[in-house]
């Protein structure tokens, strides 16, 4: 079966594909001897997470510094929004 790659780098696999290792969400991808080879991988969402927040650069104490603030009451006629 053949698969086009987009001007923007994406790839659609075909269902059967899919279908034949249970459709998953995320692969590891590696190139290997001049192929593309993808793998299923099944990702936790607390994995997930983890990997959103290194790619945004936030580290432990950003975290803490964002739940400190939000639990800190609103000063009267304003929004945390302003």
Do not use: C, H
Not at 17 to 40: H, K, M, S
């Amino acid at each position: 079966m053949l698969a086009k790659l987009t001007s923007k780098n994406q790839l659609t696999l075909p269902k059967s594909i899919t279908a034949a290792v249970d459709a998953a969400e995320y692969f590891e991808v590696e190139a290997r001897n001049g192929q593309i080879v993808l793998t299923p991988v099944r990702i936790q969402r607390g994995d997930a997470v983890r990997a959103r927040l290194a790619e945004l650069g936030l580290q432990e104490q950003d975290i803490a510094d964002a739940v400190q603030w939000v639990r800190q009451p609103a000063a009267a006629g304003t929004s945390r929004t302003e």
